[in-house]
């Protein structure tokens, strides 16, 4: 098991976080920790979303998607978004 050893948020990324509130972001917090103890725990996309990664977590008691990246290379986890199931997989290939 491969553990990041650093974190990078997209803008896009870092305006969805801001918009949470408190008890939210206690859950996201977890949900990143969970990601840096074990990258390969998101579920690796196929063909346009190659690249991308997505990890499933309740956030408030709702299914949130986290998209990032990892470079196994360089230990560098990059938070892409963060949202509900609707339109994430289309909004993130228009980002790309």
Not at 18 to 47: C, F, R, T, W
């Amino acid at each position: 098991m491969v553990k990041a050893t650093s974190v990078l948020q997209t803008p896009t990324f870092k305006k969805a976080v801001k918009k949470l509130k408190s008890n939210q972001k206690k859950d996201l917090d977890q949900a990143v920790k969970d990601l840096m103890a074990d990258p390969n725990i998101g579920e690796q996309k196929k063909g346009d979303l190659a690249f991308l990664r997505v990890h499933k977590f309740k956030m408030n008691k709702q299914l949130t998607l986290l998209g990032y990246s990892f470079d196994d290379g360089a230990l560098v986890l990059e938070l892409m978004a963060l949202r509900s199931h609707e339109n994430f997989y289309r909004d993130i290939k228009r980002k790309k």
